[in-house]
């Protein structure tokens, strides 16, 4: 076993404990390993240790060609893997110059705002039992199938779509899926309402969260934190308005802004965007626009002009970008991915110190980090 | 004092409240169903395991192409001059290594399509050796697979369901 950074542990005092959390528990949502170094009850160290999921999707990319990238994107951030192709088909399209149809724009948000629903209500769930509440898990992933089964019906897959493909989407909608889009867009409102009694407003979920894990703006910000945590700490930042890409300059949607950046605001920030996402699903569904849905100009084989590219999306978990650069071959001389999940993994070793250790899972939870995205 | 029992009284009625939605779920039926005995059926067009036809296979390699992860190997077969015609001899899937994206379908020129993806979500296999599958005129239609200790080609043993729904899109 090769030592890492979090074996390399510093002199334990007599009354120090030093353990593992991790990689396999269930609560670091994947296979995240933390050393901690304990005082009592105190955490007075934590490194967290990343790289027990690397599949090496960045070098594998360099040998495939652009459409087989769009594939291997699925299996970064498995939760939300609309986003991921969308970013990539983004940049590889930037650096094609292919145009993107209207209405495929407008599906592509479609698609992306029913994906972020999906990935914040697991996140809803798995944070109730991270916390001890089990019922709200139940409750979610009941919604969360009812999504999946849109995914399913349009494009044959319920967590790996490869749906948004370079210049376009894959497929047109089924017949009867515009139906049951319109139909689940109510009864998730009603559920949405049923949360807050359920979860959000329990005095014991806030006892264990509201004063648990605060950062400010400031301390984000420095800790390059983007998404609902970078917006939970009270700066109202989100890609979707401040650079709109693929039409979301013409969707009518809020930032919701947390107030001290505590466990219970990050949680709460990602229950009010699922509002704001299914008010955007509302509006897509009202005045979707006729047309082709894949682009002209993308072979079968494409091959992009020499050169490099940065595409940003604002993903579920905050801004993912990538960075592609092409030597003019078919296949992408170097693909990096800004993974926001990893950036936002950093601040664990500052936030945890001085945290109870019972603190440290509600904390992890908070973050919604996903694992194949840290390591990719 | 007072303090102390607002807060359990905050805390109970907190519970009712929660306990209500729980409730209110309780008098609706089930939204599960009982795998083993009961099965949902895909939608239409589910990327399931894939299904080959050597009949109407061209073996013009446009799926091996295609395939992101090179799991899909073929060879064209040759007449008696030995001249490669249009028609595969063998064509192999490895399921250990499919990525289940549909690019090999969508690049199929045949009609109907040579390589599908059926509605099959059950796959599972015993062997390595047993998920790489093989095709081959003279075959029933069903893959065998070659088992590298025995040197043959033989039935799966793992995987039953996959003849039992097929399904070939048209577009």
Same mark, same amino acid.
């Given at each position: 076993?090769?030592?890492?950074?979090?074996?390399?542990?510093?002199?334990?005092?007599?009354?120090?404990?030093?353990?593992?959390?991790?990689?396999?528990?269930?609560?670091?949502?994947?296979?995240?390993?933390?050393?901690?170094?304990?005082?009592?009850?105190?955490?007075?160290?934590?490194?967290?240790?990343?790289?027990?999921?690397?599949?090496?999707?960045?070098?594998?990319?360099?040998?495939?060609?652009?459409?087989?990238?769009?594939?291997?994107?699925?299996?970064?951030?498995?939760?939300?893997?609309?986003?991921?192709?969308?970013?990539? *088909?983004?940049?590889?399209?930037?650096?094609?110059?292919?145009?993107?149809?209207?209405?495929?724009?407008?599906?592509?948000?479609?698609?992306?705002?029913?994906?972020?629903?999906?990935?914040?209500?697991?996140?809803?769930? &798995?944070?109730?039992?991270?916390?001890?509440?089990?019922?709200?898990?139940?409750?979610?992933?009941?919604?969360?199938?009812?999504?999946?089964?849109?995914?399913?019906?349009? *494009?044959?897959?319920?967590? &790996?779509?490869?749906?948004?493909?370079?210049?376009?989407?894959?497929?047109?909608?089924?017949?009867?899926?515009?139906?049951?889009?319109?139909?689940?867009?109510?009864?998730?409102?009603?559920?949405?309402?049923?949360?807050?009694?359920?979860?959000?407003?329990?005095?014991?979920?806030?006892?264990?969260?509201?004063?648990?894990?605060?950062?400010?703006?400031?301390?984000?910000?420095?800790?390059?934190?983007?998404?609902?945590?970078?917006?939970?700490?009270?700066?109202?930042?989100?890609?979707?308005?401040?650079?709109?890409?693929?039409?979301?300059?013409?969707?009518?949607?809020?930032?919701?802004?947390?107030?001290?950046?505590?466990?219970?605001?990050?949680?709460? *920030?990602?229950?009010?965007?699922?509002?704001?996402?299914?008010?955007?699903? /509302?509006?897509?569904?009202?005045?979707?626009?006729?047309?082709?849905?894949?682009?002209?100009?993308?072979?079968?084989?494409?091959?992009?002009?020499?050169?490099?590219?940065?595409?940003?999306?604002?993903?579920?978990?905050?801004?993912?970008?990538?960075?592609?650069?092409?030597?003019?071959?078919?296949?992408?001389?170097?693909?990096?991915?800004?993974?926001?999940?990893?950036?936002?993994?950093?601040?664990?070793?500052?936030?945890?110190?001085?945290?109870?250790?019972?603190?440290?899972?509600?904390?992890?939870?908070?973050?919604?980090?996903?694992?194949? /995205?840290?390591?990719? | 004092?007072?303090?102390?029992?607002?807060?359990? !009284?905050?805390?109970?009625?907190?519970?009712?409240?929660?306990? $209500?939605?729980? !409730?209110?779920?309780?008098?609706?039926?089930?939204?599960? +169903?009982?795998?083993?005995?009961?099965?949902?059926?895909?939608?239409?067009?589910?990327?399931?395991?894939?299904?080959?036809?050597?009949?109407?296979?061209? #073996?013009?390699?446009? @799926?091996?192409? %295609? @395939?992101? #992860?090179?799991?899909?190997?073929?060879?064209?077969?040759?007449?008696? %001059?030995?001249?490669?015609? %249009?028609?595969?001899?063998?064509?192999?899937?490895? !399921?250990?290594?499919?990525?289940?994206?549909?690019?090999?379908?969508? #690049?199929?020129?045949?009609?109907?399509? $040579?390589?599908?993806? #059926?509605?099959?979500?059950?796959?599972?296999?015993?062997?390595?050796?047993?998920? +790489?599958? @093989?095709?081959?005129?003279?075959?029933?239609?069903?893959?065998?697979?070659?088992?590298?200790?025995?040197?043959? !080609?033989?039935?799966?043993?793992?995987? +039953?369901?996959?003849?039992?729904?097929?399904?070939?899109?048209?577009?």
């Amino acid at each position: 076993m090769t030592e890492t950074a979090a074996d390399n542990k510093p002199k334990l005092k007599s009354d120090q404990m030093f353990i593992n959390l991790g990689p396999q528990h269930p609560s670091t949502h994947g296979v995240l390993r933390i050393g901690l170094t304990i005082e009592g009850e105190i955490i007075v160290n934590a490194v967290p240790d990343v790289g027990y999921l690397h599949r090496g999707t960045e070098k594998l990319a360099e040998i495939r060609g652009y459409h087989h990238c769009v594939v291997l994107s699925d299996r970064w951030d498995y939760l939300n893997a609309m986003g991921n192709n969308m970013v990539f *088909c983004m940049a590889a399209e930037k650096l094609m110059g292919v145009e993107v149809p209207e209405r495929a724009q407008q599906l592509r948000v479609l698609m992306l705002e029913l994906n972020r629903i999906a990935s914040h209500l697991l996140f809803f769930g &798995t944070y109730g039992i991270d916390i001890g509440a089990f019922t709200a898990f139940l409750h979610a992933f009941r919604e969360r199938e009812m999504v999946l089964d849109l995914f399913e019906m349009v *494009c044959g897959a319920r967590m &790996t779509y490869n749906y948004i493909r370079l210049g376009g989407v894959m497929k047109e909608l089924p017949k009867e899926w515009l139906d049951r889009c319109r139909e689940f867009v109510p009864f998730f409102k009603k559920r949405l309402a049923e949360y807050d009694d359920l979860l959000s407003f329990n005095p014991i979920f806030l006892d264990r969260t509201k004063t648990v894990g605060a950062v400010g703006g400031k301390e984000a910000l420095a800790w390059g934190w983007s998404g609902p945590n970078l917006r939970a700490s009270g700066v109202p930042y989100d890609m979707r308005k401040f650079q709109p890409y693929s039409s979301y300059e013409k969707f009518d949607f809020e930032i919701p802004v947390g107030k001290d950046g505590s466990c219970w605001d990050r949680y709460y *920030c990602r229950v009010r965007e699922m509002h704001e996402s299914l008010k955007i699903v /509302e509006q897509v569904l009202g005045g979707l626009p006729e047309g082709p849905i894949l682009g002209k100009g993308v072979a079968k084989v494409p091959k992009a002009p020499p050169g490099e590219t940065y595409a940003a999306i604002e993903g579920a978990r905050g801004d993912l970008g990538i960075h592609l650069v092409s030597d003019g071959n078919m296949s992408p001389y170097r693909l990096h991915v800004k993974a926001p999940s990893f950036i936002n993994l950093q601040i664990l070793q500052e936030m945890l110190v001085g945290q109870k250790i019972s603190d440290v899972v509600a904390i992890l939870g908070s973050i919604d980090i996903v694992l194949g /995205e840290v390591d990719r | 004092m007072g303090n102390y029992f607002s807060t359990i !009284f905050g805390a109970f009625t907190a519970i009712l409240k929660g306990m $209500s939605v729980t !409730f209110k779920t309780m008098l609706k039926p089930a939204t599960t +169903v009982q795998y083993p005995t009961e099965k949902l059926v895909p939608y239409e067009g589910y990327r399931g395991a894939l299904l080959f036809d050597a009949d109407t296979c061209i #073996s013009c390699n446009l @799926c091996v192409k %295609a @395939c992101p #992860s090179f799991c899909i190997q073929l060879e064209n077969a040759t007449n008696e %001059a030995g001249k490669k015609i %249009a028609k595969v001899k063998w064509y192999t899937i490895d !399921f250990g290594k499919c990525n289940f994206c549909r690019l090999c379908e969508e #690049s199929c020129p045949t009609k109907p399509k $040579s390589v599908w993806h #059926s509605l099959d979500y059950e796959i599972t296999f015993f062997k390595r050796d047993e998920m +790489v599958r @093989c095709w081959q005129k003279g075959f029933e239609f069903i893959g065998k697979y070659f088992d590298r200790e025995a040197k043959e !080609f033989k039935k799966p043993e793992g995987q +039953v369901q996959i003849q039992t729904t097929q399904q070939r899109c048209q577009y």
